[in-house]
């Protein structure tokens, strides 16, 4: 009997082994074509750029490119700002606007998708708020806050609170009803299962959008900088298209491309340790 139970837990090694250097592999194979993709892009560019089929000075290539952003480390000209202040105050910015509207929406989402009261509450204020979109909050919230931190923080706060709550709120609502049921037979209350139930089951639709706000955040923390703001990746984006600067626009589109990138990855590893049971 010893030696069955040995090799039994044996055989579950191994398979966990396999399973695990299968998944690496599978990992590994989709980053090296995560790459190729990027360098395949690149490589059109450049080729694009040099032809000739598109003029100069309508696109730079991806050497210029780089140049611009070495030299941009250190020249703040022609926007006034060097790269490294520009994006610092960009991401200040974005990441407060982001995670304000994390503390607010998805708490908010949670209990107007367990709670029906609190729903009929909050949902013809928030149904209201919906479909406005967020850059016609600029003009309001100058008024209210002038150019500054506040202010456009406020602005990327209203971009990235609606997918927040409603996929939280999404999420929530389509609990399994049979967990729930299983959860009242045990006698736990409404809270507990909302706690240990309903939340967990929540969050793979909570952090799909989660991934959709901070796109929102950067979309709309660029228009609030191109209208009102004195640096920023938006702003040097407005001054690169003030001085006829092509190469200034593209540093600043690939700069926030880059930086979206490396939030997503962060965001994906968070969800990854989160819904590690997924795995399982």
Same mark, same amino acid.
């Given at each position: 009997m010893e030696q069955d139970l040995d090799l039994k837990t044996i055989s579950n090694e191994e398979r966990v082994k396999l399973i695990q250097a299968q998944r690496k592999k599978e990992q590994y194979k989709s980053s090296m074509l995560s790459i190729a993709g990027v360098l395949g892009f690149i490589i059109f560019w450049q080729v694009i750029a040099i032809s000739g089929l598109i =003029?100069?000075? *309508? &696109?730079?290539?991806? $050497?210029?490119?780089?140049?611009?952003? $070495?030299?941009?480390?250190?020249?703040?000209?022609?926007?006034?700002? %060097?790269?490294?202040?520009? #994006?610092?105050?960009?991401?200040?910015?974005? &990441?407060?606007?982001?995670g304000l509207a994390i503390i607010i929406g998805i708490p908010l989402g949670l209990f107007m998708g367990w709670y029906r009261g609190f729903d009929s509450f909050i949902r013809p204020?928030? =149904? #209201? #708020?919906?479909?406005?979109?967020? %850059?016609?909050? #600029?003009?309001?919230? $100058?008024?209210?806050?002038?150019?500054?931190?506040? @202010?456009? @923080?406020?602005? %990327?706060?209203?971009?990235?609170?609606?997918?927040?709550? +409603?996929?939280? *709120?999404?999420? +929530?609502?389509?609990?399994?009803e049979v967990l729930i049921n299983v959860a009242k037979t045990c006698g736990a209350s409404n809270f507990t299962i909302f706690r240990?139930?309903?939340?967990?089951? /929540?969050?793979? &639709?909570?952090?799909a959008g989660i991934k959709v706000a901070i796109g929102n955040a950067w979309a709309t923390l660029v228009a609030a900088e191109m209208?009102? /703001? /004195?640096?920023?990746l938006? *702003?040097? +984006? &407005?001054?690169?298209?003030q001085f006829g600067r092509v190469d200034l626009v593209i540093l600043g589109i690939v700069v926030i491309g880059v930086i979206g990138t490396l939030i997503s990855i962060l965001i994906g590893m968070l969800e990854n340790k989160v819904l590690g049971w997924r795995k399982l």
């Open positions: =003029e100069s000075k *309508y &696109l730079s290539t991806p $050497i210029q490119i780089v140049s611009l952003f $070495i030299t941009k480390l250190t020249n703040p000209n022609p926007d006034g700002a %060097v790269i490294g202040v520009n #994006i610092i105050s960009s991401l200040t910015i974005a &990441l407060s606007g982001f204020i928030f =149904e #209201i #708020i919906r479909p406005i979109p967020p %850059v016609s909050w #600029i003009p309001l919230t $100058i008024v209210w806050l002038g150019i500054g931190l506040k @202010a456009k @923080a406020l602005i %990327v706060f209203f971009a990235a609170f609606v997918p927040c709550l +409603i996929n939280s *709120y999404a999420g +929530i609502r389509s609990t399994s240990k139930i309903g939340i967990p089951s /929540s969050m793979v &639709l909570t952090f209208l009102a /703001s /004195s640096s920023g938006g *702003y040097m +984006i &407005l001054m690169g298209r």
